[in-house]
Nanobody, 118 residues
Framework: QVQLVESGGGLVQPGGSLRLSCAAS????????MGWYRQAPGKQRELVAT???????NYDDSAKGRFTISRDNAKNTVYLQMNSLQPEDTAIYYC????????????WGQGTQVTVSS
């Protein structure tokens, strides 16, 4: 059974930092590109950042310079370091896995709430 379990969300003041983690199980982690998406109230889910199996990162413009995505293939975990958080970053953050070798497969985590407020 595939599971993507996010953690690290919470309430933070503007300008603060959070580090999200996503632990994957039930998949061959190195065969998947991993990513973080977010969904704010009343808005569509949007891409934040992705990282390939070899560690190449890609960011939405809103995340560039503030967020860093990384992965540890030995721990089957992907991270999102978020700095300089602003109220507009408030959303549920979802972990995403997309298989890049073999049969197509996509998985989502259950999400973790990030709230940026003073």
């Amino acid at each position: 059974q595939v599971q993507l379990v996010e953690s690290g969300g919470g309430l933070v003041q503007p300008g603060g930092s959070l580090r999200l983690s996503c632990a994957a199980s039930g998949i061959i982690f190195r065969l998947y590109n991993m990513g973080w998406y977010r969904q704010a109230p009343g808005k569509q889910r949007e891409l934040v950042a992705t990282v390939t199996s070899s560690g190449v990162a890609n960011y939405d413009d809103s995340a560039k310079g503030r967020f860093t995505i990384s992965r540890d293939n030995a721990k089957n975990t992907v991270y999102l370091q978020m700095n300089s958080l602003q109220p507009e970053d408030t959303a549920i953050y979802y972990c995403h896995a997309e298989r890049i070798v073999g049969p197509r497969a996509i998985y989502w985590g259950q999400g973790t709430q990030v709230t940026v407020s003073s």
